[in-house]
């Protein structure tokens, strides 16, 4: 399996973490990732747990600032990697860093483009993809590659699941954080489709009654925060994954509580538990339908003791483990 040419921003950097010794008895996560470059292959190595997978940072928060949030998750994606280097790596997966598409001057459209065009192609290439945002305009990034990827335009039923406090479903002039799934369901209209979008997580009072009707007209399939009982929240999941082939796995760290993930754009007073939200992540990687997944919404200027950062390199661990 070869590893696509990608037009990055950034090369990887190395990773680092603490050293145990060399065996696979010690490995951690920054002893396993492989940096991308022309050279590099990812084979899918008999035994191993399904497809190579790829890191791709998006750094970005030009869409944070067009929606009015605080800025600064344009540093997520190396503060992710910091986090999830020095933990231990269980998977005999493949894993690959193939850097960053920065977004500069405002560029978001640019950007967003760029990394969609280096998705669809790891894709293509056999490989599972992770998008390490970045602000929830990653979302559509994202988005542009899993729609372009083979697997979209040979006919296979895509569905986008949103672990959110938002809907980020706002009719606004210029794209931005708050944007991407209106976005989507255009686009996936202009394409003859219809989107197939559902929320875990969505805070009441953080959502307007139009964005509600929006959510309501788009026939967008919701789960309220105060609802994200485990069993509820697992039957929710099991049946939106009966009617799509492949899934397209967002999550945007603000649907946790403000004391498990105080540094994002927008911090929620309610949240999800994390133990509820890494069981989602369990579940839609058991279903064998996970084509591509993000994470979003890391601020490292708000962080407190590098906790949202943690959390989201466990989640990556665990769709990746």
């Known amino acids: 399996m070869d590893f696509p040419a990608l037009s990055v921003d950034a090369a990887p950097r190395p990773w680092t973490g603490r050293y145990d010794g060399d065996g696979e008895a010690h490995r951690r996560w920054w002893q396993a ?6 050279s590099t292959s990812a084979p ?8 190579p997978a790829v890191l791709l940072g998006f750094c970005s928060d030009e869409g944070v600032r067009r929606n009015k949030g605080r800025t600064g998750a344009a540093a997520a994606p190396a503060a992710i990697r910091s986090a999830l280097g020095p933990l231990a790596h269980h998977s005999d997966r493949p894993v690959t860093d193939a850097g960053d598409v920065v977004v500069r001057d405002g560029e978001l459209e640019a950007g967003q483009a760029r990394a969609g065009l280096a998705v669809s192609a790891l894709l293509d290439g056999g490989h599972l993809t992770l998008l390490l945002g970045g602000g929830h305009e990653t979302a559509y990034a994202s988005y542009l590659g899993v729609a372009g990827s083979r697997a979209v335009r040979d006919g296979r039923r895509l569905g986008v699941l949103n672990l959110d406090a938002h809907f980020d479903l706002r009719d606004e002039a210029a794209p931005s954080s708050g944007t991407p799934f209106l976005q ?3 686009a996936e209209a202009a394409a003859g489709r219809e989107l197939k979008y559902a929320v875990v997580g969505i805070s009441e009072p953080n959502n307007t009654r139009a964005l509600f009707s929006t959510a309501e007209e788009l026939g967008v399939k919701y789960l309220l925060d105060e609802d994200c009982t485990a069993g509820a929240t697992e039957a929710f999941v099991a049946d939106f994954l009966t009617g799509i082939d492949v899934l397209y796995l967002t999550i945007d760290l603000d649907v946790l509580p403000a004391a498990v993930a105080p540094g994002v754009s927008a911090p929620a007073s309610y949240g999800v538990p994390l133990p509820v939200i890494s ?18 919404e890391l601020n490292p200027a708000f962080d407190i003791d590098n906790r949202t950062a943690r959390v989201a390199a466990r989640l990556v661990n665990v769709l990746l483990g």
Do not use: I, N, W, Y
Request: aromatic letters at 0%; proline letters at 6%.
């Open 33 to 38: 990732v492989t940096p991308a470059d022309e």
């Open 44 to 51: 899918h190595v008999p035994g191993t747990a399904g497809r």
């Open 184 to 186: 989507m369901a255009r």
């Open 279 to 296: 069981a989602v992540c369990r579940q839609v990687v058991a279903s064998g339908k996970l084509l591509h997944a993000d994470v979003a």
